[in-house]
């Protein structure tokens, strides 16, 4: 049970002292002051509150570094929901949208206890680079209207008739909001630039809110568009559920929960080299579920955990999750004696924000650097990003998953070799008798060698390996000592390669069987009290045994 318990409790057993107090405190208020605005503006381009943002930043984020497998995490929401949570609030209201993420919470937790998270490794990375890119340019699109402060009464959800609105709606750009937007940008890339570490986020809001009430600017601030924005934390209440509702969201939930798992174990990675630590990924998927439970219980969004904010907490010098607690902390201090300032804001300065998080998001460099990749690879990055901009996320990461899938067996395939003839791969990890397996091979006896996984790609090389040869043989050695894994359908071809030979009268000899492939073939009875299939343990005592039975039955 070691890997499910939270780093939190290990750390305390440690031992914790005021020196480590001090660096979590430390870095806890500096990760709280970068979340602040960001919560806010991924809550607004999410199709909600920004208060939504702070809670979840403050229930989640506390729960995630409480009960998660990481020592340095810190999450809330980011910008991998936004597009997921704009859809399913738009679909189905803020209601649908906390019951979505109460069914991903369970499935998270489902997947720590059954300890998958180990699986989310194997998502290949033209596909996340394909749909976090897609998201990028999503979340930049969703942003042009308030950056310009351009008139428009109803924005639409899809990308194109989007962009034709814009275009559209362009002789209404509004100066001051625009140089607002403008202004506030420039900020945060010249600090990101010339002074990397300041919280460039925070300064550009304040700058951006003194200006606009200085000079009495007209433009739309969070006060005028969200004049009734609660203050404080909501009573914690449950979701209505039905079991209609729970049918129609349950893909939008898988849809939350795939991208709470992907994101938060990514993040753990990047904490674990920046540390030298190690996470304990099936823990850190149960304090996720946990985390956006709570999250759905005041009323927030999905959660998970952050990159930049962790890396923020590393870089500020957090130790333990303590850190990630002070800063959910130093959060809720912000809401309950300064929520009233966040009514100054400009909606082109949160814009600008925004921007900046889907230009990280993007990852441009990668993106091109896969775009040199084979043409598999790059097939599956640019389906993904197209689907993900066009289409649908759930059907992006569901057909990118699966092409990628696709192809890896086809490469697979391709690797594994079924051998009869004097043509034989020589590498270091053949033995000697394995450079010609047919020398001494005695009159009546066939020998076939398998080298590579036997799955369903490649079950019927065997079946058209023996059909080639056109004869059956009195006995058959089967060599499968380089077969490191049988599926189902692996083991299902074996079987039927056999039962072939048996009904045309070979006897069957099976060297070499690795643990795997013998429990496999165990499992459907063999060698059983089927007569004529033996095994041994190497290529040697099998010719040996073939000798043997072609003078026994000359």
């Known amino acids: 049970m070691h890997s499910l318990t939270p780093k939190f409790i290990t750390t305390m057993r440690e031992g914790y002292n005021f020196g480590l107090f001090k660096s979590d405190a430390v870095a806890g208020l500096t990760v709280a002051i970068v979340a602040l605005p960001l919560s806010m503006a991924l809550a607004i381009a999410s199709g909600a509150s920004p208060d939504k943002g702070l809670v979840t930043a403050v229930i989640a984020g506390f729960l995630i570094a409480l009960l998660g497998g990481s020592r340095v995490q810190v999450g809330g929401p980011t910008g991998a929901f936004v597009v997921v949570v704009f859809n399913v609030i738009a679909q189905h209201g803020y209601d649908g949208l906390l019951i979505a993420t109460f069914m991903a919470g369970l499935i998270l937790i489902a997947a720590g206890v059954f300890k998958l998270g180990q699986l ?67 900020m945060i890339v010249a600090l990101k630039k010339f002074a ?138 912000f809401i309950l004696f300064a929520s009233d300032f ?80 004097n043509s034989m791969v020589r590498d270091g990890d053949l033995d000697d008798d394995d450079l010609d397996q047919r020398e001494d091979l005695p009159k009546g006896v066939e020998v076939f060698r398998i080298n590579g996984p036997v799955f369903f790609g490649v079950a019927g090389e065997l079946l058209d390996a023996m059909r080639k040869i056109g004869r059956t043989p009195k006995v058959i050695i089967l060599r499968m000592r380089l077969v490191p894994m049988l599926d189902a359908s692996g083991v299902t071809m074996i079987e039927e390669f056999i039962e072939q030979a048996r009904i045309s009268g070979a006897q069957i000899i099976l060297s070499g069987v690795r643990a795997q492939p013998r429990e496999m073939l165990t499992r459907i009875g063999l060698p059983g009290d089927r007569s004529g299939i033996s095994f041994e343990s190497d290529y040697a005592a099998a010719l040996q045994l073939a000798k043997e039975l072609t003078i026994a039955n000359p």
């Open 120 to 186: 989310i490794k194997f998502i290949p990375h033209p596909v996340v680079t394909g749909f976090t890119a897609g998201i990028a340019v999503i979340i930049a699109t969703s942003q042009v209207k308030d950056f310009l402060g351009l008139s428009m009464e109803n924005v639409p959800a899809e990308f194109l008739p989007k962009w034709q609105a814009y275009f559209g709606a362009i002789a209404s750009v509004h100066i001051a909001t625009l140089l607002v937007g403008v202004g506030a940008l420039s």
């Open 196 to 333: 990397p570490k300041l919280p460039g986020f925070l300064i550009a809001i304040m700058l951006a809110s003194v200006i606009v009430a200085l000079l009495n600017l007209p433009v739309e601030t969070i006060g005028t568009r969200f004049p009734d924005m609660p203050s404080g934390l909501p009573m914690p209440s449950l979701p209505d559920l039905s079991w209609a509702k729970i049918a129609e969201l349950l893909p939008s939930a898988f849809t939350i929960a795939f991208l709470a798992g992907i994101e938060a174990l990514l993040s753990a990675v990047v904490a674990d080299g920046m540390t030298g630590t190690r996470h304990r990924s099936n823990q850190e998927l149960i304090g996720q579920g946990i985390a956006n439970l709570g999250s759905v219980l005041f009323g927030g969004l999905p959660a998970t955990g952050a990159i930049a904010r962790t890396a923020t907490n590393i870089k500020a010098g957090g130790k333990t999750p303590v850190a990630g607690m002070m800063h959910a902390l130093f959060l809720l201090l």
């Open 342 to 421: 966040m009514a100054y804001v400009p909606m082109a300065a949160l814009a600008a924000i925004l921007v900046m998080v889907a230009w990280g998001m993007s990852e441009v460099d990668r993106f091109v650097a896969l775009l040199r990749m084979p043409n598999s690879d790059r097939a599956v990055l640019l389906l993904t990003f197209g689907l993900t901009v066009f289409v649908d996320l759930t059907v992006a990461i569901g057909v990118g998953v699966t092409l990628a899938s696709l192809l890896f067996m086809a490469r697979m395939s391709e690797t594994v070799l079924v051998e009869n003839g």
